[in-house]
């Protein structure tokens, strides 16, 4: 990972370029990277930001008020284990503005209830 000020010196601008050549994209943080969130959110064309989970950095999940805290309203992609989305969306403390890809789910019947049971 890089400081906010290489990035800024060195990455932006083509970034950016790419991004205006493509219509956008997609970037991806991992945990140790997670101090350049506020500059990564404000590049130009950005639609969205995927945070990985690192060993020996708190799961995105758990500090996802924070991360949301300097991204804004952008949207996020994040992984999440079963159990934990499970007692998350039972305790209605999922937030919003993340596609989650849940992992470790038993199978399709147990998703499906899940989700019966998120929506009450």
Known sequence: MT???????WGRE???RIFRRYDGGLIH????GRHLLKAVASIRGLKGIYLGDDRGFPPAFEVL???RSEVGDMPL???VPY???????AEKKVPG????YVKDVP?????????EQGWR
């Open 3 to 9: 400081s906010v000020d290489y990035f800024e010196a």
């Open 14 to 16: 083509s970034v950016e």
């Open 29 to 32: 943080i991992h945990g140790n």
């Open 65 to 67: 008020p924070g991360i």
């Open 77 to 79: 992609m994040l992984g």
């Open 83 to 89: 159990a934990v989305f499970q007692r998350a969306l």
């Open 97 to 100: 503005g993340a596609l989650y």
């Open 107 to 115: 199978d399709v019947a147990a998703a499906n209830r899940l989700m």
